[in-house]
């Protein structure tokens, strides 16, 4: 199918990008709810009504189901630019599940993004967790799983499992453990109070949660393939999903890196330029060891965005030229 210059080209500058003004607009909002995000574990709900007015819950799903189909740089750039707290790193697994839903059978891909919804889903890619017992059309799954980022204010949870034979664990063709993946309705789930116990993060209500002999529809399940995650949602069309998964994967938590590494500089300057030091004349910021520090520490956070940026966009140009990134190539070759 023809691409048009516009799906295939990345935005010449990010920053003026709506959604990343929108994101930036949105920091002073941010700040006001910190500690009660920090409190109560969870993001308000006012909050929340926020964050879908603004997009944000839609940045990577198909425009075929209702998204908006960013590429991987504006993502995340708004996901940097609220990354000051909790709202980022929720952010952030949002999207990367909403990712990996998207391998799963149509008619669970439908259900889950219905018209006229636009669905949290909180979980964990990594294997484990869960076991499931074939019924029939789907499975009878128990389970728990950690790090549930969001749970609190998701309409449904993602979670890994074995399947039960007979009692034993299925086997892939090379005798290694077998695991599949199923996306459950938050009302399905328990979160297990106490089991986010931090200093950091607090907010992002990172809980346990858990299903008990909880039916899991066939359509709503997928092989957990790779390790730790593959694309399986190239069926999609457009370039964002063409791309390798180490585009989105990774790259995911060091946008939350490089916001809160950008809000702490900005946190220091803003005391440096009100704070004079014990035993000291002058401002903080009038020292040159200062000066010197904070150069350093921005210019390495410039550089770290910039290669990330970069490594990103070669990526993005030799998908959207119709070529094979060169990781995907090798796999390939030691495949074959």
Known sequence: MHKSAEETRLPVDIDVQPLVQAAAALRPVLCDYQEEIERAQCLPHALVEQLHAAGFYRLVRPRALGGLQVDPLTFLRVVERV?????GWNLANNSIVQLITLG??????????????????????????????????????????????????SAWLLGSFQILDGGQPRR??????????????????QVVAGSWDVTGLRGTGSFDWMVEDVFLPERRTMVHAGAPLDNQWQRWPGVPYALPAQAWVGPHHSAVITGIARAGLNALIQLAGEKTPRGRTGLLCEHPQVQDAVGRADAMLHAGRAYRSAMIAELWHTVAAGKEPDSVANDRKQES
Do not use: K, M
């Open 83 to 87: 990354a000051e707290g909790a709202v």
């Open 104 to 153: 799963l059978p149509d008619e669970g891909v439908h259900e889950i993004y219905a018209p006229g919804t636009d669905p949290v889903i909180a979980g964990t890619a990594v294997p484990g967790g869960g076991q499931a017992v074939p019924v029939a059309g789907g499975y009878r799954v128990s389970g728990r799983w950690r790090f549930g980022s969001g749970c609190q204010e």
């Open 172 to 189: 892939n063709p090379d005798g290694t453990a077998a695991y599949w993946r199923g996306v459950f309705p938050r009302a399905d789930a």
